[in-house]
Every structure is written in structure tokens, then in C-alpha cells.
């Protein structure tokens, strides 16, 4: 009995590690993250209705979560001397699944932010959309707008 049950777990294992190491040698991307969950504290009380985001030289979204009440603007400025940037929630475009997610009844955007350039955008739809920089996505440049009603 004993031994049966330590080949099952020998089995698991194998079935385990031959499982990862398949995934790995086809190039098949990792699980999805998790559902998107809400920015701690973010509630209609503390969301702000305008925010200013700074797309920087250190290659980040400056907030990169922020707290916006529905039928709130988000402003993106690009703030270096030559680096350009975009805003995109677009899950076509992204390299990560979890980096352009667009709650249900809300849509995405892809916003072009050469340098010295700023681009809005007002947000009717309550949810969590990640979003990214197209040129900059896989150097860790995303964002997250909750939108709270
Ligand atoms: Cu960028």
C-alpha cells in the first residue's frame, strides 16, 4: 500500500516536471496572472476625478495606479528629453496578457506620446485597466487606472 501510494507521488512529480519543461522548450508564455483586484483604498471617497501620469526617463508611468472616480481624466505627459513613449490598452499589442485588461462594458486605447506630447483620456466605465507602453512593456513600463462609481 505504502509503495503504491509513493509511486503515485513519483508519478505526479515526473508528470509535474516533464509538464514545465514542455512548456518552457515550446516558448509557450506563463499562465495569466490573476484577475485583475483593485488598487488598496481606492473607493469613490479617496478617487480623484483629474490625474496627471508622467511618462518618464526611467522608462515608468509616474503614478503607475491610479485612483480615478467614473467620469474621471486620466492626463499622460511625456516628460523626457528623447525617449517616446505610448499608452496602450490594447491586448493585441501587448507582449503579457495581464498588461491590457479592459473591464467588461469598458474599451481600450492606444495613445501616441512623442516627446514633450500629452495625451487624455476620460474614463466612463468603472473597472481596472492595465495598460502599457508599447516600445517599453517588456522593461516593466505599466500602469493600472481604477475606476470607482
Ligand atoms: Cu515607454
Not at 44 to 49: E, Q, V
Not at 100 to 107: D, V
Amino acid at each position: 500500500m505504502t509503495r503504491h501510494r509513493d509511486l503515485l507521488l513519483l508519478a505526479t512529480v515526473l508528470a509535474s516536471a516533464l509538464g514545465l519543461a514542455g512548456c518552457s522548450a515550446a516558448g509557450v508564455p506563463a499562465p495569466a496572472k490573476p484577475a485583475p483586484t483593485a488598487i488598496a483604498g481606492c473607493t469613490p471617497a479617496s478617487a480623484r476625478l483629474r490625474v496627471t501620469v508622467d511618462a518618464n526617463n526611467s522608462f515608468r508611468f509616474v503614478p503607475a495606479d491610479v485612483c480615478l472616480r467614473v467620469g474621471g481624466t486620466v492626463t499622460w505627459t511625456n516628460t523626457t528629453q528623447g525617449v517616446d513613449h505610448t499608452s496602450t490598452d490594447e491586448p493585441s499589442l501587448a507582449a503579457s496578457a495581464s498588461d491590457a485588461t479592459i473591464p467588461k462594458g469598458g474599451h481600450g486605447w492606444n495613445l501616441r506620446l512623442p516627446v514633450g506630447h500629452s495625451a487624455h483620456l476620460t474614463f466612463k466605465q468603472a473597472g481596472i485597466y492595465h495598460y502599457f507602453c508599447i516600445p517599453h512593456e517588456t522593461l516593466g513600463m505599466v500602469g493600472v487606472v481604477d475606476v470607482v462609481g
